[in-house]
């Protein structure tokens, strides 16, 4: 009850003091933000810096973002309950419960198959038992189920993949972060027919985002040469 008591608090205090000071507004993101507890998405030596005010490493190399980012990006994709997302870079699976707290309609992408399915297991543990998750490479998107109304990158691109701005619907907004392996801007796309709106929203640094649309990476008996969906 002490820890669950502490982190409880810590979660209040990343609402009011992280979010909100920060110009977080949308509730649904709040909303979504206050119900899931960060701590069980970070590896059991991190937890109690769970909610820090900056990334935490997970398996594979990879990090869970800092809440603010988290919440910017998903304030930017304006989602409603009806809206079907896409998620490049399913990591530990944090950013795709906040997403599934809005919509149930979210398919997400991990290259690296241990993540996806310890994301997978971690998810239905929560009851988000609509998330689909395939194991493959983001940059490419997930053609099958196209178009999406959101499109949310989770690691850096050196560019926009037109890959991801095609499977965008009519009026559909991304939100990737793209530039340098070491600085990169956040930006928003919005689809408007055959045009694209872009916006710079905040300099970031994220991990790279690897793929044949990315930065080349190289293989991996982890990262399969072949689509495959979990559930």
């Known amino acids: ?74 304030q930017c994709l304006c989602l409603s ?3 079907k997302v896409l998620e490049v870079g399913t990591g530990s699976g944090y950013q795709t419960a906040v997403l599934l707290q809005i919509t149930p309609h979210v398919y997400s992408i991990e290259r690296i198959a241990s993540l996806a399915q310890r994301a997978h297991k971690r998810l239905c543990s929560f009851g988000f038992s609509s998330v689909h998750i395939m194991v493959g490479d983001g940059t490419c998107g997930w053609p099958e189920h196209a178009p999406f109304d959101a499109i949310i990158v ?15 619907a009519e009026g559909g907004r991304m939100v990737i972060p793209a530039g340098s392996p ?42 399969p040469g072949t689509d495959r969906a979990l559930n």
């Open 1 to 74: 009850m002490i820890a669950t008591d502490k982190f409880a608090a810590l979660r209040s205090s990343m609402i009011e003091q992280q979010l909100k000071a920060r110009g977080i507004h949308d509730p649904q993101v709040i909303n979504a933000m206050a119900r899931i507890p960060r701590e069980d998405f970070v590896p059991l030596q991190y937890r109690d810096e769970a909610y820090h005010d900056g990334p935490v490493p997970i398996e594979e190399h990879q990090t869970i973002s800092q809440p603010y980012i988290v919440a910017l990006m998903t």
């Open 81 to 83: 309950e009806h809206n």
């Open 182 to 223: 070491y600085s990169q801007t956040l930006y928003k796309i919005s689809r408007q027919n055959e045009s694209f709106a872009i916006e710079e929203i905040t300099p970031c640094v994220f991990v790279p985002l690897i793929g044949a649309y990315g930065w080349q990476g190289d293989d991996d008996s982890d990262n």
């Open 154 to 168: 989770t690691a850096a691109a050196p560019r926009i993949p037109h890959t991801l701005k095609e499977q965008l």
